[in-house]
């Protein structure tokens, strides 16, 4: 039987307790999400529709332990601000393809400031994996250059309540989340 959402969410439950820090959860999560992408039957065609049009947030699944599962569509164009999390994730992309660019702070001009350097960028392509992991590894832009509609599976240790979103033009950071 193909490795589905539900066996996923079996493995995750089982073996995240004994994860000890973000980057083992990570490499425990990215194993168990990497088989799910190969799967082509993961949601069907109506699931998908609704996930592009924004009638369901993509929420599959949410622990007990606190993290949770979310399919993510990408209309043509969309993009994310520049944002950390501010606790650990996992996207794996499922169809068609996410740029994903990733930044590290460095010290800025001004004591106690920083400015974003761009650390990396690419092309993710299906069963390609990205991840963050705080506190210096969690700031990214992801967006879908086209020019298909993008479909990514992600995993966060728990709800996305509070974090940053990063202006570069107006060199300002502002809170967001669901609990902002
Ligand atoms: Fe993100």
């Given at each position: 039987?193909?490795?589905d959402l539900g066996a996923l969410?079996?493995?995750?439950?089982?073996?995240?307790?004994?994860?000890?820090?973000?980057?083992?959860?990570?490499?425990?999560?990215?194993?168990?999400?990497?088989?799910?992408?190969?799967?082509?039957?993961?949601?069907?065609?109506?699931?998908?529709?609704?996930?592009?049009?924004?009638?369901?947030?993509?929420?599959?699944?949410?622990?007990?332990?606190?993290?949770?599962?979310?399919?993510?569509?990408?209309?043509?164009?969309?993009?994310?601000?520049?944002?950390?999390?501010?606790?650990?994730?996992?996207?794996?992309?499922?169809?068609q393809q996410l740029q994903i660019?990733?930044?590290?702070?460095?010290?800025?001009?001004?004591?106690?400031?920083?400015?974003?350097?761009?650390?990396?960028?690419?092309?993710?392509?299906?069963?390609?994996?990205?991840?963050?992991?705080?506190?210096?590894?969690?700031?990214?832009?992801?967006?879908?250059?086209?020019?298909?509609?993008?479909?990514?599976?992600?995993?966060?240790?728990?709800?996305?309540?509070?974090?940053?979103?990063?202006?570069?033009?107006?060199?300002?950071?502002?809170?967001?989340?669901?609990?902002?």
């Amino acid at each position: 039987m193909a490795y589905d959402l539900g066996a996923l969410i079996h493995d995750l439950e089982m073996q995240l307790p004994h994860a000890s820090d973000p980057t083992a959860a990570v490499q425990c999560v990215a194993h168990a999400l990497k088989p799910l992408l190969s799967n082509r039957h993961l949601f069907d065609g109506d699931f998908a529709q609704a996930l592009l049009a924004g009638d369901t947030d993509g929420r599959i699944y949410t622990s007990p332990q606190g993290f949770f599962v979310q399919v993510f569509a990408w209309p043509v164009g969309c993009a994310t601000p520049i944002h950390d999390h501010l606790t650990w994730g996992v996207m794996g992309i499922y169809h068609q393809q996410l740029q994903i660019i990733e930044y590290q702070k460095v010290p800025g001009e001004q004591p106690g400031t920083f400015d974003l350097q761009e650390s990396d960028r690419y092309l993710a392509q299906p069963g390609m994996i990205s991840a963050v992991i705080p506190p210096s590894d969690e700031i990214h832009h992801v967006s879908n250059p086209g020019p298909h509609p993008a479909f990514s599976i992600h995993v966060y240790g728990q709800e996305l309540e509070r974090y940053h979103v990063f202006d570069l033009e107006q060199g300002e950071v502002r809170i967001a989340g669901t609990g902002s």
